[in-house]
């Protein structure tokens, strides 16, 4: 198996910004940093939206802050056509639907909660993933 642009540094700092980010959402305001559940409520709730925006501005202006830092765009290599993408993506809708929740909700802070049905949904999402990666490279040969 061949390890491509292992980044084990900006891994650990990415990591860590999300636990940060999670630990303070959950201490100022008592939510649990669910990506997809922020992004839900900020476009369909009814309740306080404004800190969903500032949250889902600061995922989009990530980006743009790295090409400030280092001058540079990084490197992303997507190894799949676009219909691939697209039923990935509605698959990925799909699962989020039905678990109730994203790995950042689950993995992240249900996880931290000592949540059993989060362990369940993770276990869940990573099965998935590794069978979905095992079916498509190798047996459908994509």
Request: net charge neutral; with cysteine; aromatic share 6%.
């Given at each position: 198996?061949?390890?491509?642009?292992f980044?084990?540094?900006?891994?650990l700092?990415?990591?860590s910004?999300?636990?940060?980010?999670?630990?303070l959402?959950?201490?100022?305001?008592g939510?649990?940093?669910?990506?997809?559940?922020?992004?839900?409520?900020?476009?369909?709730?009814?309740?306080?939206?404004?800190?969903?925006?500032?949250?889902?501005?600061?995922?989009?202006?990530?980006?743009?802050?790295?090409?400030m830092?280092?001058?540079?765009?990084?490197?992303?290599?997507?190894?799949?056509?676009?219909?691939?993408?697209?039923?990935?993506?509605?698959?990925?809708?799909?699962?989020?639907?039905?678990?109730?929740?994203c790995?950042?909700?689950?993995?992240?802070?249900?996880?931290?909660?000592?949540?059993?049905?989060?362990?369940?949904?993770?276990?869940?999402?990573?099965?998935?993933?590794?069978?979905t990666?095992?079916v498509?490279?190798?047996?459908?040969?994509v």
């Amino acid at each position: 198996m061949e390890i491509v642009n292992f980044t084990p540094l900006a891994s650990l700092l990415g990591g860590s910004l999300i636990g940060l980010a999670a630990v303070l959402l959950m201490l100022v305001l008592g939510r649990i940093m669910g990506a997809t559940g922020i992004l839900a409520a900020a476009i369909w709730g009814e309740d306080d939206r404004s800190w969903r925006w500032a949250i889902l501005a600061g995922m989009i202006s990530g980006p743009a802050l790295f090409l400030m830092l280092t001058g540079g765009w990084p490197e992303i290599t997507v190894p799949s056509s676009t219909p691939m993408l697209v039923i990935g993506g509605l698959l990925v809708g799909l699962g989020v639907s039905y678990g109730s929740g994203c790995t950042s909700g689950h993995g992240v802070c249900g996880l931290a909660r000592l949540s059993p049905r989060s362990l369940a949904a993770t276990l869940t999402f990573m099965l998935t993933t590794g069978l979905t990666v095992y079916v498509t490279r190798h047996v459908m040969g994509v």
